[in-house]
């Protein structure tokens, strides 16, 4: 009955860690899956408003202003989505340099596009600079949420180790166990055999 009381307790701690190392995994890579789908999404989505300002530069300004537009549109869609995914985690201050970044690229890049594909060195020049500034945000953003899934499996593995060392424990506990209550039995069995001798 010992033995089997404590298979149980045994059995159910390691239930409690293994659901608690199912649910914490399963929420942090279905976040973490989003975010780095969503990061995908956005660092194509600001390439593709640089390659509608060089459309504009070969002379075809509407494909061009209706190619950054879809492309602007599916950038923000994105973005909205991190930032609601973020609220309240440390993500939203690599999400606001983001949006900055993005902001100036947007800003530089209307300007020759209303203006009928007007462009300068001076202003290609920058809007790169900024496409480049809004990429980068992008790969810190994504560097950030593989840390994350980094710190998720070596939480895994230690709670997988603590809960192997509960059942090595706990084996141990009821060898010794078994043998106590043994050598208890075999006792109380042999005193009234020897007081009959």
């Given at each position: 009955?010992?033995?089997?009381?404590?298979?149980?307790?045994?059995?159910?701690?390691?239930?409690?860690?293994?659901?608690?190392?199912?649910?914490?995994?399963?929420?942090?890579?279905?976040?973490?899956?989003?975010?780095?789908?969503?990061?995908?999404?956005?660092?194509?989505?600001?390439?593709?408003?640089?390659?509608?300002?060089?459309?504009?530069?070969?002379?075809?300004?509407?494909?061009?202003?209706?190619?950054?537009?879809?492309?602007r549109?599916?950038?923000?869609?994105?973005?909205?989505?991190?930032?609601?995914?973020?609220?309240?985690?440390?993500?939203?201050?690599?999400l606001?340099?983001?949006?900055?970044?993005?902001s100036?690229?947007?800003?530089?890049?209307?300007?020759?596009?209303?203006?009928?594909?007007?462009?300068t060195?001076?202003?290609?020049?920058?809007?790169?600079?900024?496409?480049?500034?809004?990429?980068?945000?992008?790969?810190?953003?994504?560097?950030?949420?593989?840390?994350?899934?980094?710190?998720?499996?070596?939480?895994?593995?230690?709670?997988a180790?603590?809960?192997?060392?509960?059942?090595?424990?706990?084996?141990?506990?009821?060898?010794?166990?078994?043998?106590?209550?043994?050598?208890?039995?075999?006792?109380?069995?042999?005193?009234?055999?020897?007081?009959?001798?």
């Amino acid at each position: 009955l010992p033995l089997l009381l404590l298979f149980i307790a045994v059995c159910a701690g390691a239930a409690l860690l293994y659901r608690d190392l199912a649910q914490s995994l399963d929420k942090n890579l279905t976040a973490n899956y989003r975010a780095m789908i969503g990061c995908y999404e956005m660092r194509e989505a600001a390439t593709l408003m640089a390659a509608a300002l060089s459309t504009a530069q070969r002379g075809d300004i509407i494909t061009a202003r209706k190619d950054y537009v879809e492309q602007r549109a599916r950038f923000q869609r994105y973005f909205m989505e991190q930032s609601l995914a973020s609220a309240g985690s440390l993500r939203m201050a690599m999400l606001e340099k983001l949006d900055n970044a993005f902001s100036d690229l947007d800003e530089l890049a209307r300007v020759p596009l209303d203006r009928g594909g007007d462009f300068t060195v001076a202003s290609l020049r920058d809007t790169e600079t900024s496409l480049f500034r809004v990429l980068k945000a992008v790969e810190t953003l994504n560097h950030s949420d593989y840390g994350e899934v980094q710190k998720s499996a070596e939480k895994s593995a230690k709670i997988a180790r603590i809960s192997i060392d509960l059942l090595f424990a706990a084996m141990v506990c009821a060898v010794l166990l078994s043998l106590y209550l043994s050598f208890r039995l075999a006792r109380s069995f042999l005193q009234p055999i020897q007081l009959l001798t």
